[in-house]
């Protein structure tokens, strides 16, 4: 089936420092999400796309828009509030089911 | 406010025993999900529901049954429910038949022993 592939698995930052994460998926893909999930297990959204880049304070998402196998979630400044493991899910098309990732494990240090 | 609710919040079960997972959102939301995460894994789909009564298969609808008969509400079923169904599980809401940002309820702990 459909294989969304996530990297790095574990990261760790300093605070004030930037970094990326990626996905990449072994089809063509028609949106992507990104999810961050705390440490209480909940599940937030933090970007859909169905094409282009968005932006959301420090954090920025972009979804090649021309092959559409990859997508990329930036941090900007760290914070420790950032801390938890993001999720990227990918739609192939047509059915509205998404397949997730396996998860960046983000620690933000001091 | 926007809101996706489950409950209960955490169950234990026998195996062979029926469990119940109730999933509400006050949102009007088409579209509802089922899923599990596992230890160090994302998410899997276990069902999706369009809407009322129009209920697909995910990825791993083996063991599990759903039932939608309003829009805000969303049950998942475990007929005789085993070992390997302990898991974490996630109900999700979207407008707009799906192309749409998924807002995830808090999650359901099952433990079956």
């Known amino acids: 089936g459909d294989q969304v592939e996530q990297s790095p698995s574990a990261l760790s930052l300093h605070e004030g420092t930037d970094s990326a994460l990626r996905c990449n998926f072994t089809t063509t893909m028609r949106s992507v999400q990104w999810f961050r999930q705390n440490s209480r297990g909940s599940l937030i959204s933090l970007f859909y796309l169905a094409s282009g880049t968005k932006e959301n304070g420090r954090l920025k998402s972009a979804f090649d828009s021309k092959e559409r196998r990859y997508s990329t979630l930036h941090i900007r400044d760290a914070q420790l509030e950032d801390s938890g493991t993001y999720f990227c899910a990918a739609e192939a098309g047509g059915n509205n089911k998404l397949t997730f990732g396996q998860g960046t494990v983000l620690s933000v240090i001091p | 406010d926007m809101k996706v609710t489950q409950m209960p919040r955490y169950l234990i079960k026998r195996m062979g025993e029926n469990v119940l997972l109730e999933c509400g959102q006050d949102?009007?939301?088409?579209?509802m999900y089922w899923y599990r995460q596992d230890p160090g894994l994302g998410l899997q789909l276990i069902y999706i529901?369009?809407?009322?009564?129009?209920?697909s298969e995910g990825d791993i609808p083996k063991g599990y049954r759903v039932s939608r008969k309003k829009r805000e509400h969303f049950s998942l079923i475990l007929d005789s429910a085993k070992t390997n169904q302990t898991s974490v599980y996630f109900c999700?809401?979207?407008?707009?038949?799906?192309?749409?940002?998924?807002?995830f309820g808090p999650g359901t702990r099952l433990l079956v022993l």
């Open positions: 949102m009007s939301h088409e579209t």
């Open positions: 529901s369009y809407d009322v009564d129009s209920n």
């Open positions: 999700a809401s979207s407008s707009n038949r799906g192309r749409d940002t998924q807002y």
